[in-house]
C-alpha cells in the first residue's frame, strides 16, 4: 500500500492508482493533507472491521459523513488475499487525487465508471 498510493511507486501499474491524502510529494505535485498515515491505517482497519469482503476479496467502505468530511474521502477499497490486506487505497472523495496511467493527475471525484472503462481497456476487470 505504501510504495504505490502514498509514495506513488507503480502508479502506472495499474489504470489508475489512489493517493491517501497525506500531504506528500509526488512527481513534484504536494498531495492535500488531510490525515497522518496512522489514521489512514485506522480507518482501513475500521473498513475490514465494518464490512463484508465480496466473492473477489474486496471491500468497499463509506465512512461515516463527520469522517468524510474530516479526511475528504467518501469511499475507500480495501483488498484482501486469503484473509490479509493486500493493499488499500481511497477511491472517492474530495480531497482524494488519482494518478490515471496515460493521462496523469485528476483532482476531484472521478467518475467510478471511467475508472472501470480504464481497467477494461486494460484487461483487469
Known sequence: MSARHIVG???????ATGFWPLGQRVDGDTLPETMTENEAKQLIYKAVADTETDANG?????????IQK???IS??????????IRTAYP???ESVWKWIKNIGWKHEEIDSQSVKKIELIEGKI
Open 75 to 84: 469511499q475507500v477499497r480495501v483488498v484482501t488475499v486469503n484473509g490479509r
Open 58 to 66: 474486496r471491500i468497499g467502505y463509506k465512512p461515516a459523513q463527520n
Open 70 to 72: 474530516q479526511y475528504g
Open 9 to 15: 511507486e507503480q502508479k502506472d501499474s495499474k489504470g
Open 91 to 93: 477511491y472517492e472523495g
